[in-house]
């Protein structure tokens, strides 16, 4: 009997004790990308899915799979043991795991892969060996010829080809440190991600040349060695002299370089590089310093000579090209540009001699990636915030895209898609099937094969779980509120603890970055909510994030509203966020805090120095503090030159802000930071010692802008703790 009673007494105990106490705990590790058990908390994916040919192939174990779209049965291409016999047989070494691979040709069943520095082009038809490549270790760059197989690749400043057969080929023998060729330029600005462009048919290689001697060098000093050692780089702030840009076409026949004749001014914008069909001519997309005209020019890539200048688009704030031309498949006279000329990111007709043939979309939505076209050039397929019923000429919702097929002769637009949600898709090359992979809120990852043809599902290849199904989860939800201007709809993403008590009053952190080219409330899987958001509300934080003005995938006028006053607009409206909050019961308003990182860091630091009595504390990552300091592509595109602009400038500059100080603000910087360089956070230290305010400091050695990598967690316990000092909740 003692023991019966001893039993119910221990049962009564448990289920009595609080359910904090006996749920699961989430680490930074879990939650965190790095943390060593982060992947179990991502929604499940198929590895490697990709179109190969006519088939979709991923990898499953040690397995390389395909399959028909329309077929049910699965087959193994290979097994790493099969593939390890193969490159054994061809005297390469083995692979320890099964290599990333990549599809270079959607026409052909090839696929590729590298490792220790081996490039392997392997035919999945013939299970043999098509091609392998020794570039250099040093190689930064590599272009692949489809047509021929020629790869293209930088080695230090230069560029070289090598041949299938391991023939290798100068193409350009640079002395000068101060000259770079083959690699992007204009810090990646205007959509350049690369400096090197075959030819459809290979006969020839346009590279990007640039010049950054009269560029000045900025420092940067690693710390691992036993001496530092100093690698500067060239970084134009703005307001400084800028590198300049030619491209170069080298010919393979008679292995000759013609250099187009771009002309003055030197410092200008060589953007979106494309080869026409033919290979005649290329289109470079052409802007201004002050990036307020950008021309479309054809080149001849026989002679340099400048063709025809096709058009000039115009914009009193900047024009940002971020596509190339695209001609369509079977109509060399023709191709498709983008444009935000209407307000939106839109698609345009376009013949070679210039002439407008017409707008293709138009709405309160914006057009997102080309995806391509159909074999006979009459459709187009690409992703946009449209709204999925076509006959609503409402705005489309920013928070969601979806992937539309649109005839160019008459108009009629499909959604292929409308399973509500983010959508990633990829066409195959004959345009007839998508791989389409869903999320929604509730939705971790959905993966479904769609007919082209019908716009419906024809095979579902995941449904993955929820990650957190057994663990108690904060409540995520997505709302709008007026902007400062008193017209403009904000969305914005609420937290909350697990099983909120709204009797009980909570500490609130508001997670901000509030610049271009970037959304943080989203429709996908919990509304964008990250590991962070989710670890300190589940700690007892209400976490708030709203997408100011200046944010991404509202339009131009939404997002240039910014120009030359940087900071003004988006803390107007983040305070708008924080007036939305206050109305609420349950939070504590005498304890906010915020943090961002880059544009973000910028603007937690200019709302803790402007609004000193709303924000008790606050964590800046990298912080923009100085836009004088900032690189020139981007800066200027924003804020004009220091010199037309001197009052934005100074209004913006938080040095002249630091005495402004009550709270606790924390700055975080990496010290080989290449995008927003050290000396910001450096130098507003200073200003706040000169004005006798007291910010923290935390350096990450080694890191670049972003604090990647093992060490990622450890940011993320360090601004937990920050934050916990001055808003740990009551109950914790």
Same mark, same amino acid.
């Given at each position: 009997?003692?023991?019966?009673?001893?039993?119910?007494?221990?049962?009564?105990?448990?289920?009595?004790?609080?359910?904090?106490?006996?749920?699961?705990?989430?680490?930074?590790?879990?939650?965190?990308?790095?943390?060593?058990?982060?992947?179990?908390?991502?929604?499940?994916?198929?590895?490697?899915?990709?179109?190969?040919?006519?088939?979709?192939?991923?990898?499953?174990?040690?397995?390389?799979?395909?399959?028909?779209?329309?077929?049910?049965?699965?087959?193994?291409?290979?097994?790493?043991?099969?593939?390890?016999?193969?490159?054994?047989?061809?005297?390469?070494?083995?692979?320890?795991?099964?290599?990333?691979?990549?599809? /270079?040709?959607?026409?052909?069943?090839?696929?590729?892969?590298?490792?220790?520095?081996?490039? =392997?082009?392997?035919?999945?038809?013939?299970?043999?060996?098509?091609?392998?490549?020794?570039?250099?270790?040093?190689?930064?760059?590599?272009?692949?010829?489809?047509?021929?197989?020629?790869?293209?690749?930088?080695?230090?400043?230069?560029?070289?080809?090598?041949?299938?057969?391991?023939?290798?080929?100068?193409?350009?023998?640079?002395?000068? /440190?101060?000259?770079?060729?083959?690699?992007?330029?204009?810090?990646?600005?205007?959509?350049?991600?690369?400096?090197?462009?075959?030819?459809?048919?290979?006969?020839?290689?346009?590279?990007?040349?640039?010049?950054?001697?009269?560029?000045?060098?900025?420092?940067? =000093?690693?710390?691992?060695?036993?001496?530092?050692?100093?690698?500067?780089?060239?970084?134009?702030?703005?307001?400084?002299?800028?590198?300049?840009?030619?491209?170069?076409?080298?010919?393979?026949?008679?292995?000759?370089?013609?250099?187009?004749?771009?002309?003055?001014?030197?410092?200008?914008?060589?953007?979106?590089?494309?080869?026409?069909?033919?290979?005649?001519?290329?289109?470079?997309?052409?802007?201004?310093?002050?990036?307020?005209?950008?021309?479309?020019?054809?080149?001849?890539?026989?002679?340099?000579?400048?063709?025809?200048?096709?058009?000039?688009?115009?914009?009193?704030?900047?024009?940002?090209?971020?596509?190339?031309?695209?001609?369509?498949?079977?109509?060399?006279?023709?191709?498709?540009?983008?444009?935000?000329?209407?307000?939106?990111?839109?698609?345009?007709?376009?013949?070679?001699?210039?002439?407008?043939?017409?707008?293709?979309?138009?709405?309160?939505?914006?057009?997102?990636?080309?995806?391509?076209?159909?074999?006979?050039?009459?459709?187009?397929?690409?992703?946009?915030?449209?709204?999925?019923?076509?006959?609503?000429?409402?705005?489309?919702?920013?928070?969601?895209?979806?992937?539309?097929?649109?005839?160019?002769?008459?108009?009629?637009?499909?959604?292929?898609?409308?399973?509500?949600?983010?959508?990633?898709?990829?066409?195959?090359?004959?345009?007839?099937?998508?791989?389409?992979?869903?999320?929604?809120?509730?939705?971790?990852?959905?993966?479904?094969?769609?007919?082209?043809?019908?716009?419906?599902?024809?095979?579902?290849?995941?449904?993955?779980?929820?990650?957190?199904?057994?663990?108690?989860?904060?409540?995520?939800?997505?709302?709008?509120?007026?902007?400062?201007?008193?017209?403009?709809?904000?969305?914005?993403?609420?937290?909350?603890?697990?099983?909120?008590?709204?009797?009980?009053?909570?500490?609130?952190?508001?997670?901000?970055?509030?610049?271009?080219?970037?959304?943080?409330?989203?429709?996908?899987?919990?509304?964008?909510?990250?590991?962070?958001?989710?670890?300190?509300?589940?700690?007892?934080?209400?976490?708030?994030?709203?997408?100011?003005?200046?944010?991404?995938?509202?339009?131009?006028?939404?997002?240039?509203?910014?120009?030359?006053?940087?900071?003004?607009?988006?803390?107007?409206?983040?305070?708008?966020?924080?007036?939305?909050?206050?109305?609420?019961?349950?939070?504590?308003?005498?304890?906010?805090?915020?943090?961002?990182?880059?544009?973000?860091?910028?603007?937690?630091?200019?709302?803790?120095?402007?609004?000193?009595?709303?924000?008790?504390?606050?964590?800046?990552?990298?912080?923009?503090?100085?836009?004088?300091?900032?690189?020139?592509?981007?800066?200027?595109?924003?804020?004009?030159?220091?010199?037309?602009?001197?009052?934005?400038?100074?209004?913006?500059?938080?040095?002249?802000?630091?005495?402004?100080?009550?709270?606790?603000?924390?700055?975080?910087?990496?010290?080989?930071?290449?995008?927003?360089?050290?000396?910001?956070?450096?130098?507003?230290?200073?200003?706040?010692?000169?004005?006798?305010?007291?910010?923290?400091?935390?350096?990450?050695?080694?890191?670049?802008?972003?604090?990647?990598?093992?060490?990622? /967690?450890?940011?993320?316990?360090?601004?937990?703790?920050?934050?916990?000092?001055?808003?740990?909740?009551?109950?914790?």
């Amino acid at each position: 009997m003692k023991i019966k009673y001893i039993i119910i007494y221990v049962w009564v105990m448990l289920i009595s004790m609080p359910v904090k106490a006996q749920e699961k705990e989430l680490t930074f590790q879990d939650l965190i990308p790095g943390g060593s058990s982060n992947y179990r908390f991502i929604p499940q994916n198929i590895r490697q899915l990709q179109w190969c040919g006519d088939k979709y192939m991923y990898v499953r174990g040690d397995s390389l799979l395909t399959s028909d779209p329309a077929g049910k049965k699965e087959q193994v291409a290979f097994t790493r043991k099969q593939l390890n016999a193969v490159l054994a047989s061809a005297g390469l070494p083995e692979t320890g795991s099964m290599p990333a691979f990549f599809v /270079p040709d959607q026409k052909k069943t090839e696929i590729a892969f590298q490792y220790k520095n081996n490039r =392997v082009h392997y035919d999945l038809a013939t299970n043999r060996i098509t091609a392998r490549y020794e570039p250099d270790k040093s190689g930064s760059r590599w272009e692949y010829d489809k047509a021929n197989g020629n790869i293209a690749y930088t080695k230090e400043n230069n560029v070289y080809i090598i041949t299938p057969d391991g023939r290798t080929e100068t193409v350009t023998n640079e002395t000068d /440190p101060g000259i770079v060729c083959g690699t992007s330029v204009h810090q990646n600005e205007f959509g350049i991600h690369k400096g090197l462009f075959w030819a459809p048919k290979g006969s020839a290689l346009a590279f990007y040349r640039m010049d950054e001697s009269m560029v000045t060098d900025y420092p940067v =000093v690693h710390i691992s060695e036993r001496t530092a050692k100093a690698e500067p780089f060239k970084y134009p702030m703005a307001g400084m002299k800028s590198h300049e840009v030619t491209v170069g076409v080298f010919r393979l026949s008679d292995k000759r370089t013609v250099w187009l004749k771009t002309g003055l001014p030197k410092e200008k914008y060589l953007t979106n590089v494309a080869w026409s069909p033919d290979e005649k001519s290329l289109y470079i997309a052409e802007l201004n310093r002050g990036q307020d005209t950008c021309r479309l020019v054809r080149y001849s890539a026989e002679t340099g000579e400048c063709e025809a200048e096709l058009f000039v688009e115009t914009n009193e704030r900047y024009v940002e090209p971020q596509q190339p031309v695209r001609f369509l498949p079977g109509h060399a006279e023709r191709f498709i540009w983008q444009s935000r000329r209407d307000g939106y990111n839109h698609l345009y007709l376009y013949d070679t001699s210039g002439k407008m043939l017409k707008q293709l979309t138009a709405g309160r939505w914006a057009v997102q990636e080309v995806l391509g076209f159909d074999e006979t050039g009459h459709h187009v397929f690409f992703t946009a915030t449209a709204p999925r019923d076509v006959r609503s000429a409402e705005e489309g919702s920013p928070l969601e895209t979806y992937a539309w097929k649109l005839n160019m002769k008459n108009g009629k637009r499909d959604c292929l898609n409308p399973k509500e949600g983010v959508h990633r898709v990829q066409l195959n090359v004959t345009a007839t099937y998508l791989i389409d992979q869903t999320s929604a809120p509730a939705t971790p990852r959905d993966i479904d094969i769609i007919n082209v043809g019908t716009g419906r599902s024809i095979r579902s290849l995941l449904t993955a779980k929820d990650p957190y199904e057994s663990y108690r989860m904060p409540d995520v939800r997505v709302g709008t509120l007026t902007a400062a201007d008193n017209r403009t709809k904000l969305y914005y993403r609420l937290v909350t603890p697990p099983d909120m008590d709204e009797t009980k009053k909570y500490p609130v952190i508001v997670y901000v970055y509030g610049g271009p080219h970037a959304q943080m409330v989203t429709g996908g899987w919990m509304n964008g909510a990250g590991g962070w958001d989710l670890y300190m509300a589940r700690r007892g934080y209400i976490m708030f994030t709203v997408d100011n003005r200046g944010s991404a995938n509202r339009g131009f006028e939404f997002e240039s509203v910014i120009h030359r006053r940087l900071g003004e607009v988006e803390m107007a409206d983040q305070m708008k966020g924080i007036d939305f909050l206050k109305s609420l019961p349950y939070v504590d308003t005498e304890r906010i805090g915020v943090h961002g990182w880059s544009y973000g860091g910028f603007m937690t630091t200019n709302l803790m120095l402007t609004h000193p009595d709303v924000f008790r504390v606050g964590v800046a990552g990298g912080p923009v503090i100085d836009w004088n300091r900032y690189e020139i592509m981007y800066g200027e595109r924003y804020m004009d030159h220091p010199k037309e602009n001197p009052e934005g400038y100074k209004a913006s500059d938080l040095l002249n802000k630091a005495g402004n100080l009550k709270g606790n603000l924390l700055l975080i910087h990496g010290d080989e930071d290449p995008v927003v360089v050290w000396q910001h956070s450096l130098l507003f230290v200073k200003a706040c010692v000169d004005a006798g305010t007291f910010p923290d400091y935390f350096v990450y050695p080694g890191h670049p802008h972003n604090v990647v990598g093992k060490d990622r /967690p450890h940011l993320y316990e360090k601004i937990t703790r920050y934050f916990d000092a001055q808003l740990k909740p009551v109950d914790d």
